[in-house]
Nanobody, 124 residues
Framework: VQLQASGGGLVQAGGSLRLSCAASGRSFSQYVMGWFRQAPGKEREFVATISTSGASKRYGDFVRGRFNISRDNSRNTVYLQLDNLKPEDTAAYYC??????????????????WGQGTLVTVSS
């Protein structure tokens, strides 16, 4: 599967963005989907994951209710709504797809497919 992330941009602290990740292929609904981020000079960090049906979700500890992951299997797309953004949220955000048998997947090594990343910049 090929993934194309979009929706990043420059926003002021407290603002919102909606990231999208469009997948090619006919098996999108079979993949657990996730979002990760990587800030300059830092390691890649887990942000959120969603099960194949969308019923189960998990978030990184830093999210604290500010982000929401969702998916539309009819559109082969996963979304990440980012609210109440902070300067420390500045990073490249990557979507990923996993064939792992778990309901949700929080480990980057268990994702087989990655998008190219979309840059989110939050100004103070």
């Amino acid at each position: 599967v090929q993934l194309q992330a979009s929706g990043g941009g420059l926003v002021q602290a407290g603002g919102s963005l909606r990231l999208s990740c469009a997948a090619s292929g006919r098996s999108f609904s079979q993949y657990v989907m996730g979002w990760f981020r990587q800030a300059p000079g830092k390691e890649r960090e887990f942000v959120a994951t969603i099960s194949t049906s969308g019923a189960s979700k998990r978030y990184g500890d830093f999210v604290r209710g500010r982000f929401n992951i969702s998916r539309d299997n009819s559109r082969n797309t996963v979304y990440l709504q980012l609210d109440n953004l902070k300067p420390e949220d500045t990073a490249a955000y990557y979507c990923a797809a996993s064939n792992h048998l778990s309901v949700v997947v929080i480990t980057s090594a268990q994702y087989e497919y990655w998008g190219q990343g979309t840059l989110v910049t939050v100004s103070s």
